[in-house]
């Protein structure tokens, strides 16, 4: 005859058990939104000084870009040294940063001479978004678990997520194509920022990268 304590017992046991298989195998639903500010330049502020004046100077517009890289070279053509100035911003419309919207301004001798990328004036979207942070994270996390890849993507599906909310231009790199502004997440684990989706936000899957080869 069985014990009733040994029964008891063997409840027990199998009852820890289940219980810290559930815990390994549950989400965390840990997911946190970041922004880039637009304030936030990457300049020091002798090269912030020397971009205002050249965009001045040269009755440019600034008041929707971030700037984040400058680079000051010079070349001697015919015996007459020129200067050159090569400013990298973000494009912002209203408070929200175009991910794929950067420009590089080009000035010689002081003067602009050279757009590289595309100005976005202004779009009709607005800056409400649509999707939650959870849901968010349940369409990356599902991305994770089931895209074959030799990267263990599995890994990341516990992980604390990071996202960011901004616009974004399919038509970027067509050009000739007419801008074409949608509202997009973008999201990665905390851990590794080259593993991402980005995702529409009606929720539609955009882009994704493995970590590996750059994108699926």
């Not at 880039?36 to 020091?44: R, W």
């Not at 020397?50 to 870009?65: E, G």
């Not at 090569?86 to 494009?91: E, G, L, M, P, T």
């Not at 989706?197 to 882009?207: P, R, S």
Request: proline share 2%; with cysteine; hydrophobic share 35%.
């Amino acid at each position: 005859m069985i014990k009733p304590v040994y029964l008891l017992t063997l409840f027990l046991v199998i009852l820890m058990s289940c219980k810290k298989n559930k815990t390994t195998t549950q989400d965390n639903n840990c997911i946190y939104r970041t922004r880039v500010n637009q304030s936030s330049y990457t300049i020091s502020a002798d090269e912030y000084a020397t971009t205002v004046s050249l965009f001045k100077q040269n009755n440019l517009r600034y008041d929707n870009l971030r700037w984040y890289y400058f680079d000051l070279s010079s070349s001697v053509l015919s015996g007459t040294k020129e200067y050159y100035h090569y400013i990298r911003a973000d494009q912002y419309l209203n408070g929200l940063r175009i991910f794929n919207g950067g420009v590089v301004h080009h000035f010689r001798d002081g003067q602009f001479f050279q757009l590289s990328g595309y100005e976005i004036p202004s779009t009709s979207l607005d800056t409400t978004a649509n999707l939650e942070l959870t849901q968010l994270r349940k369409l990356f996390v599902d991305k994770l678990l089931n895209t074959p890849s030799s990267n263990d993507l599995k890994k990341y599906s516990n992980d604390c997520m990071v996202s960011e909310f901004c616009y974004y231009d399919l038509n970027q790199g067509a050009y000739g194509n007419p801008v074409n502004l949608i509202k997009l997440w973008r999201v990665y684990p905390q851990t590794n920022e080259k593993v991402f989706g980005y995702f529409n936000d009606d929720g539609t899957l955009i882009a994704f990268s493995d970590g590996v080869i750059g994108g699926l």
